[in-house]
């Protein structure tokens, strides 16, 4: 019973404190607020970009033609060295009689110019169709597969698709870097703002320690301090991503220039985003309560 009521005294103690000292309170609930909106932006942006960049391998695929002079057993030979690249993630086989009977469903005009050629005139290929894993490697994997025997050619888009990863990886780590430096300032924001609160407290708190107060008896109402504020600090920022993204995928039509580049659909990810952000809120201001506790009162 007695951690229950030690935790009762610290989250009234902790409440009068926010409520006593309001021009502090207000002051560092402004500063998570503000920086939490840049860090939901952040994070909005970078699971957008990932969502974008995965949508991507999905459809992304390798082209693998083979020789014309290759039988039955050769193909089978390409067929057995892709399947061991680890980065392939599956594929499929189509001789040039299916390629070209697709070709011909999908064109008139492919229709008639294919019906003019038997198989030993026909330019067209056996083919493999190779997805891949992860796309950043995409590279590799083509350059493994072209130097098979009995393989032609290999194609991918290569020059656009090289720098569509490049500029994604760019962005993902950019967005990554700003949630983690907006983190570290939000916690250096809420320790200064403690610190001024606890400079006005410290006879309040030298007497804790003469009447026989543990460490953790004084530090605790700190801490559930930190994490009001966070809280508090946290929803205009899940407001903002609730209804702003929401209107935001509205207004776009869930994708941005073309329908290539498709939006993450609202929910459940507006919620799971708001409680990622409270996290941070609440995380940080804990933290940053108990760095300043412990770095300027050397409990």
Known sequence: MKP?????????????SVIRNFSLSLASISCITITLIIVAVAIIASLNVQNFTEAIEKDMTIVVFVDNDSDEDDVKEIEKEIKKISNVEKYTYQSKQDVKAKMQEESEVFNTVLNNWNDEESPLKDTFQVKVKKIKRIKQTAEKIEKIDNVAIVRYGEGMVDKMVSAFSSVEKVTYGIVIALVLVTIFLIVNTIKLTISARKREIKIMRLVGASNITIKLPFIIE??????FGSIVPVLIVT?????????????????????????????????????????????????????????
């Open 226 to 231: 930190g994490m009001i504020l966070g809280l």
């Open 4 to 16: 229950f009521r030690m935790l009762g005294r610290s989250i009234r103690d902790a409440v009068k």
């Open 243 to 299: 209804y702003g993204y929401l209107a935001f995928y509205k207004h776009f039509d869930g994708y941005l220039y073309s329908k290539l580049v498709q939006l993450i659909k609202p929910e459940p990810f507006i919620y799971q985003v708001s409680l990622v952000v409270i996290g941070i809120g609440i995380l940080v201001g804990m933290v940053g309560s108990a760095r300043a506790v412990r770095k300027y009162l050397k409990i």
